[in-house]
């Protein structure tokens, strides 16, 4: 209960925070950004948001932090969806999940009565490609 009312919280804080600058943020249906946020968690599972990064540093300097983008890239192109392979019923894509249809779904309303999904914030993802079948770069390769 703790935990989902954590990612509730953090669902919260991202919603707000796009809502927030949703007025001048681009507006276009063939652009896409990837944003990076920021928390830290008290002892007591209350996120405080640090920063949110408009461009986050896709370099890995660990296998585990490769094998991590690697995914989240992957994620990343299966939300957008070039490929048409989507039904547009999705809940979660990867280790996405989809907090806003029209308004605000999930965990967001921090009441497990009202939750109509669960979400894992990336932290579950059944499109996950193992570790062991991505290639790392020639200076990973060794660690």
């Known amino acids: 209960a703790a935990t ?4 509730g919280d953090i ?3 991202i919603l707000r925070s796009l809502q927030a600058v949703q007025r001048i943020m681009m507006n276009d249906k063939h652009c896409a950004e990837i944003l990076g ?6 002892n007591d599972l209350k996120p405080i948001l640090i920063e949110i990064n408009a461009s986050p540093s896709l370099t890995a300097e660990t296998p585990a932090d490769y094998h991590l983008k690697f995914n989240m890239l992957e994620d990343f192109f299966n939300v957008i969806d070039l490929e048409k392979r989507r039904t547009g ?3 979660r894509v990867g280790g996405y999940d989809l907090i806003w249809r029209g308004g605000p779904i999930g965990v967001s309303s921090n009441d497990p009565a009202y939750c109509t ?5 990336g932290c579950g ?3 996950e490609i193992p570790f062991e079948r991505i290639t790392l770069p020639p ?3 060794n660690h």
Do not use: H, P, R, W
């Not at 989902?4 to 990612?7: E, I």
């Open 4 to 7: 989902n009312k954590c990612f």
């Open 11 to 13: 669902q919260q804080m």
């Open 125 to 127: 993802n059944e499109l």
């Open 139 to 141: 200076k990973l390769a």
């Open 89 to 91: 019923d999705e809940v």
């Open 37 to 42: 946020y920021d928390i830290m968690l008290t």
């Open 117 to 121: 999904i669960g979400s894992y914030l």
